[in-house]
């Protein structure tokens, strides 16, 4: 069964600093993954996503994530936080067999990072 | 991007009354849409996938018959909470596969409802 873990409930950062959502995944064959970010009674907001190619993933506000296959891992960085970046942030997954049936998103329980300044 | 929105915003109604949400993709065919429901500090858990002209799929545990969904058209789908309870208080968030972006596979969710039942 396909399943993502977000181990950190919360992660707090200086601005200023880089910062690192932490994702691992599980699903059978090559994943599709994706990073998430919601604002207080927002809905979600796209990130970026890794679908195949280059192992390192470049998405909106700056962030970027790593695909790295044999840690089954995808987390989210950025170099340097900023306040704005405080939201609830989400890993999801879908494995690709099923992309034909549209199958939903898996997503992690969601992790909340705090900038402070 | 892709827009998609989500119609209201926030609901407060009585316990036994029925409620009505809309999703609607602004700018994109949406053959699939989907219906998550999100409790506080928790993360979104799929309810149920919305095919343009055909039955939605329930996940288990899922009533369907307590939450309606219609799919009539590529940029609407309704989530209907039928006699609703205290406790089918969430935030109930939709997101629309484009129709067109197999390749891409991105999905766009919409702002979310509040939905409150006292």
């Known amino acids: 069964a396909q399943s993502v873990a977000q181990p950190e409930d919360q992660v707090n950062v200086a601005e200023g600093n880089p910062l690192t959502v932490k994702c691992t995944y599980s699903?059978?064959?090559?994943?599709?993954l994706f990073w998430y970010v919601q604002y207080p009674n927002r809905g979600l907001q796209f990130l970026l996503k890794?679908?195949?190619?280059?192992?390192l993933v470049k998405g909106s506000y700056g962030f970027e994530a790593e695909f790295n296959k044999s840690q089954t891992s995808f987390h989210l960085k950025k170099p340097s936080a900023l306040v704005s970046d405080s939201a609830l942030y989400f890993c999801?997954?879908?494995?690709?067999?099923?992309?034909?049936?549209?199958?939903?998103?898996?997503f992690g329980k969601g992790t909340t990072l705090s900038v402070s300044s | 991007g892709a827009v998609v929105s989500q119609h209201p915003s926030w609901v407060i109604c009585k316990s036994g009354t029925s409620v009505k949400i809309e999703c609607r993709s602004l700018?994109?065919?949406?053959?699939?849409m989907f219906w998550y429901r999100q409790f506080p500090k928790q993360s979104l858990m799929l309810m149920a996938t919305?095919?343009?002209?055909?039955?939605?799929?329930?996940e288990q545990g899922v009533e369907k018959d307590k939450f309606l969904i219609n799919h009539a058209s590529l940029t609407l789908s309704t989530l209907t909470v039928t006699s609703a309870h205290p406790e089918d208080s969430s935030f109930y968030i939709c997101?629309?596969?484009?129709?067109?972006?197999?390749?891409?596979?991105?999905?766009?969710f919409g702002p979310g409802t509040r939905l409150t039942v006292l």
């Open positions: 997101s629309a596969r484009d129709r067109a972006g197999r390749t891409t596979d991105t999905q766009y």
């Open positions: 699903v059978s064959g090559n994943p599709y």
């Open positions: 890794y679908i195949t190619g280059d192992n």
């Open positions: 999801a997954v879908r494995d690709p067999l099923w992309i034909q049936a549209g199958t939903a998103l898996i």
């Open positions: 700018d994109f065919q949406a053959t699939t």
């Open positions: 919305s095919n343009e002209g055909s039955k939605a799929t329930y």
